[in-house]
């Protein structure tokens, strides 16, 4: 799997790879046993809290509209 040259870049700039790493890992443990809702919703709860307390974000937390019903 090849990084893209924005991810490339949050890695050289991680100051704690460590730390980046045990919440990638959560995540994918949450994903793997609690399913892809929970995470979804951990990730929205994170969002939410992140704006609370003034932490900007450069992501978007939702996805845009798509009618799968034809």
């Known amino acids: 799997m090849s990084l893209d040259s924005d991810m490339q870049n ?9 730390e980046t790493a045990e919440w990638l890992d959560a995540l994918e443990s949450v994903a793997k046993n609690d399913g ?3 995470a979804e919703f951990i990730l929205s709860q994170l969002g939410r809290r992140a704006q609370e307390i003034g932490v900007g974000t450069n992501f ?5 509209y798509r ?4």
């Open 67 to 70: 009618n799968t019903i034809a």
């Open 60 to 64: 978007a937390l939702t996805t845009p």
């Open 10 to 18: 949050d890695l050289v700039n991680d100051i704690d790879p460590t």
């Open 36 to 38: 892809d809702k929970r």
